[in-house]
Nanobody, 126 residues
Framework: QVQLVESGGGLVQAGGSLRLSCAVS????????MGWFRQAPGKEREFVGA????????WYADSVRGRFTISRDNAESAVYLQMNRLKPEDTAVYYC???????????????????WGQGTQVTVSS
């Protein structure tokens, strides 16, 4: 059974940085495209960014492009979300997700993902 466990969330001041990690077990990691989503209170879940099966090739939501960076380590079966220049509107529960896809595809919709983590809270104070 595939399991995803996020870590690294916390409280940070606006302008600061956080790095989220997602450890994947129970599957062949390099067969998954990996994505990050977030959900703020009272709002729908939204796509943050994703990286395809190969280590090259990412896609980001406009709201985070240039501030957030996704990377993956296939040897460690982990994916990371480096978040810089954080804003109060980045406050949300962040989820990582795994999608069984063809190698060149970067899924951006929630229903394209097969497995989800439990989420980690990120709070950005103003």
């Amino acid at each position: 059974q595939v399991q995803l466990v996020e870590s690294g969330g916390g409280l940070v001041q606006a302008g600061g940085s956080l790095r989220l990690s997602c450890a994947v077990s129970g599957g062949t990691f390099y067969n998954f495209a990996m994505g990050w989503f977030r959900q703020a209170p009272g709002k729908e879940r939204e796509f943050v960014g994703a990286v395809r099966r190969r280590v090259d090739g990412e896609w980001y939501a406009d709201s985070v492009r240039g501030r957030f960076t996704i990377s993956r380590d296939n040897a460690e079966s982990a994916v990371y979300l480096q978040m810089n220049r954080l804003k109060p509107e980045d406050t949300a529960v962040y989820y990582c997700a795994a999608a069984r896809t063809v190698p060149w595809y970067i899924p951006r919709l929630g229903h394209e993902y097969d497995f989800w983590g439990q989420g980690t809270q990120v709070t950005v104070s103003s």
